[in-house]
């Protein structure tokens, strides 16, 4: 990632910030957009074979988009925020980490009496009101027209706020990298936060993400939500299977369908750290008081990271 400090810089940073506020993100943050301009995503998990290829894809479509830290890190502060350091591991693909931002997860249940594994792509879900999106203090976080939600590594702190209200935990830091460095230099501290960015350049350019056009069996179809939702209705009224997505946090555009309860996935698959879980989730931009907080905090925050960018351009 270019770590070049312009004015332009700055005014997108301030842009950002002052839009977290002032352009009504967090005062209507308890309202769900209007979603007749959103893209949604079906996974079809029947159809999935776990070849990765789609994982594969995403890798290579996103090169550039990973971070390059300046190592040895400086002196972490606070002393308490732990160094997560990726940049030794770039090669995992079986968890998130800010190298991967997709992979394939398994889960072994028994279907009519047959022991059967699934296989599940797994990245961020794009909800329709994202929490990482309207919470984030520096408006390094944003969602577009479409619905698809994306973290600006030229302003993002890393101070992972977008990860604590994520129901599934999906944005995963790297340290050493990003704005942190620029506005205190003998410091290490956050970092930058990495997730799925539904490959806005492709949909931007007419194109479809790098994971669907890669897969062999067809098993992401992408389209607006409304027909996305029938779709994957029409598909679990056929198969008697359930669908995953839909209310999920308020709804999300990425929905799941399959042909057993989620519940069962969910309890046999590996969850935990970079691996999320497939449980009901509760809307948590319904919560008053996560709101209450961050209309305090954002605009202060956001006009500080963008000072900081400034300062640097004239430094220079
Ligand atoms: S799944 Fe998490 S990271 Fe993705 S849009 Fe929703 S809150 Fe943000
Ligand atoms: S949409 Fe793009 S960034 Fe997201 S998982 Fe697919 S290939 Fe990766
Ligand atoms: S490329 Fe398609 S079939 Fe292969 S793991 Fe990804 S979603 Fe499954």
């Given at each position: 990632m270019?770590?070049?400090?312009?004015?332009?810089?700055?005014?997108?940073?301030?842009?950002?910030?002052?839009?977290?506020?002032a352009s009504g993100n967090?005062?209507?943050a308890a309202v769900a957009p209007h979603t007749g301009s959103h893209l949604a995503t079906l996974i079809d998990i029947r159809k999935c074979i776990g070849c990765e290829a789609c994982v594969e894809a995403c890798r290579d479509a996103n090169t550039n988009k990973f971070p390059d830290p300046k190592k040895p890190f400086p002196e972490m502060v606070p002393s308490r925020v732990p160094v997560e350091d990726w940049s030794d591991k770039k090669e995992i693909r079986h968890r998130l980490t800010p190298y991967n931002w997709l992979f394939i997860q398994h889960a072994v249940v028994e279907v009519n009496g047959e022991e059967t594994e699934f296989t599940l792509p797994r990245r961020c879900m794009h909800c329709v009101n994202p929490p990482c999106v309207k919470l984030c203090p520096w408006g390094a976080a944003?969602?577009?027209?479409?619905?698809?939600?994306?973290?600006?590594?030229?302003?993002?702190?890393?101070?992972?706020?977008?990860?604590?209200v994520c129901p599934w935990d999906i944005p995963q830091r790297q340290t050493g990298t990003g704005l942190y460095l620029d506005l205190l230099p003998s410091f290490a501290g956050n970092g930058v936060m990495y997730k799925c960015d539904r490959c806005h350049e492709r949909l931007r350019?007419?194109?479809?993400?790098?994971?669907?056009?890669?897969?062999?069996?067809?098993?992401?179809?992408?389209?607006?939500?409304?027909?996305?939702?029938?779709k994957a209705h029409a598909i679990a009224d056929e198969i008697n299977g359930y669908v995953?997505?839909?209310?999920?946090?308020?709804?999300?555009?990425?929905?799941?369908?399959?042909?057993?309860?989620?519940?069962?996935?969910?309890?046999?698959m590996e969850k935990g750290k970079g691996k999320p879980h497939l449980e009901s989730v509760k809307d948590r931009m319904a919560d008053a008081n996560h709101l209450a907080a961050a209309m305090l905090i954002a605009p202060i925050a956001g006009i500080a990271a963008a000072a900081g960018k400034f300062?640097?351009?004239?430094?220079?």
């Open positions: 270019s770590r070049s400090i312009t004015r332009r810089a700055f005014l997108k940073g301030s842009a950002a910030a002052a839009g977290t506020l967090i005062a209507n944003r969602q577009e027209r479409n619905g698809l939600s994306r973290i600006d590594a030229e302003i993002c702190l890393g101070g992972s706020k977008c990860k604590k350019d007419g194109g479809v993400p790098a994971c669907i056009e890669a897969c062999p069996e067809g098993v992401q179809t992408i389209g607006p939500r409304n027909e996305i939702i029938e995953y997505g839909e209310n999920e946090n308020g709804g999300t555009n990425t929905l799941y369908v399959s042909p057993v309860p989620f519940e069962t996935l969910n309890a046999a300062y640097k351009s004239v430094k220079r």
